[in-house]
């Protein structure tokens, strides 16, 4: 079983910096891409950022030059550090990874529980 924890949320200033972590863990034979989406009350999931195998990345353009993400592929786990936040940055965020269990299956999307960001003074 594939289980996916995010770590690193919670209450920040605006101008404030934050680190999310996800862990993947289970039985793992190989991770696809990993990224990060967040979901604000009233609105629909958004792609925040992305990251392949490979380290190419991918963001939306309303945290380019601020959020940066990043992956240790040996530690299974996917970051987005998050600067000079604003209050339109607080959402639940959610780690998402395309993950391969084991040689004989496809990659399947998997996501974690969500972690509360809020950005307010």
């Known amino acids: 079983q594939v289980q996916l924890v995010e770590s690193g949320g919670g209450l920040v200033q605006p101008g404030g910096s934050l680190r999310l972590s996800c862990a993947a863990s289970?039985?793992?034979?190989?991770?696809?891409?990993m990224g990060w989406y967040r979901q604000a009350p009233g609105k629909q999931r958004e792609l925040v950022a992305s990251?392949?195998?490979?380290?190419?990345?991918n963001y939306a353009d309303s945290v380019k030059g601020r959020f940066t993400i990043s992956r240790d592929n040996a530690k299974n786990t996917v970051y987005l550090q998050m600067n000079s936040l604003k209050p339109e940055d607080t959402a639940v965020y959610y780690c998402?990874?395309?993950?391969?269990?084991?040689?004989?299956?496809?990659?399947?999307?998997?996501w974690g529980q969500g972690i509360q960001v809020t950005v307010s003074s």
């Open positions: 998402n990874a395309d993950i391969r269990p084991t040689r004989w299956d496809y990659a399947t999307p998997y």
């Open positions: 289970g039985t793992i034979f190989r991770i696809n891409a």
């Open positions: 990251i392949t195998s490979g380290g190419s990345t």
